[in-house]
């Protein structure tokens, strides 16, 4: 059973415009989210984190937005570029208990 | 800056092997975890651990286990390898409750053969 879901394997966007991973979650007890970016041959590297007494966070070109009604969140990149080029993980936790359930990951490509 | 250790980044294993993965990290983490990556999976949980000589099972744990001996360090164990269970095993270590950011080793890609 997926608790966290990202439907979309794959997205291209041109560099400079603005890039939309989705995530939806299943588990009406997560109430900490997080995204992660991952490069071939190298671990995933925190990203950004949002907890759930907000529906938006910002860290310079990295936005999460949640919507807890929904059970969905955002993770928009703006402006693309091509170092953003990589693999993204959704992720959620419940609480302050440290064990992150991971979504199935979307590639990004940012086209020059 | 925290940084995890894996201690083999490819291996190659037969089918029956025991295989050790061995991870160490340096800022004196309390939780340490084990992930393995497949294609269309995403990470999934394998085992994790908040204290020495503690574990505790994640999603997947059927034919690992895993020791921690001393705090900085944290191994999985393939008691008999099976072609299953080639992958990218993916370690990670964080600190106190709440945090929930992840560091990550670079990852061992271990084919069973």
């Known amino acids: 059973d997926q608790q966290v879901k990202q439907n979309s394997p794959s997205l291209s966007v041109q560099e400079g415009r603005i890039s939309i991973l989705n995530c939806d979650y299943t588990?009406?007890?997560?109430?900490?989210f997080l995204w992660y970016k991952k490069y071939p041959a190298e671990g995933p590297t925190f990203l950004i984190s949002?907890?759930?007494?907000?529906d938006k966070n910002e860290d310079g070109r990295f936005t999460v937005f949640l919507n807890k009604s929904a059970k969905h969140l955002s993770l928009h990149i703006v402006p693309s570029q091509p170092g953003d080029s990589a693999v993204y993980f959704c992720?959620?936790?419940?609480?302050?208990?440290?064990?992150?359930?991971f979504g199935t990951g979307t590639k990004l490509q940012v086209i020059p | 800056d925290v940084k995890v250790t894996q201690s083999s980044r490819y291996l190659v294993k037969r089918t029956g092997e025991k295989v050790f993965l061995e991870c160490v990290q340096d800022?004196?983490?309390?939780?340490m975890f084990w992930y393995r990556q497949d294609p269309g999976l995403g990470l999934r949980l394998i085992y994790f651990?908040?204290?020495?000589?503690?574990?505790e099972k994640g999603d997947i744990p059927e034919g690992y286990s895993v020791s921690r001996e001393k705090k900085e360090r944290f191994s999985l164990i393939l008691e008999s390898a099976s072609t299953n269970q080639t992958s990218m095993y993916l370690c990670?270590?964080?600190?106190?409750?709440?945090?929930?950011?992840?560091?990550f080793g670079s990852g061992t890609r271990l084919t069973v053969v």
């Open positions: 992720a959620a936790s419940v609480g302050g208990y440290q064990k992150v359930t």
């Open positions: 651990s908040y204290d020495v000589k503690m574990k």
């Open positions: 990670a270590s964080s600190g106190g409750p709440g945090l929930g950011g992840y560091t």
């Open positions: 949002i907890s759930s007494i907000k």
């Open positions: 588990n009406s007890m997560f109430d900490y």
């Open positions: 800022m004196d983490h309390e939780n």
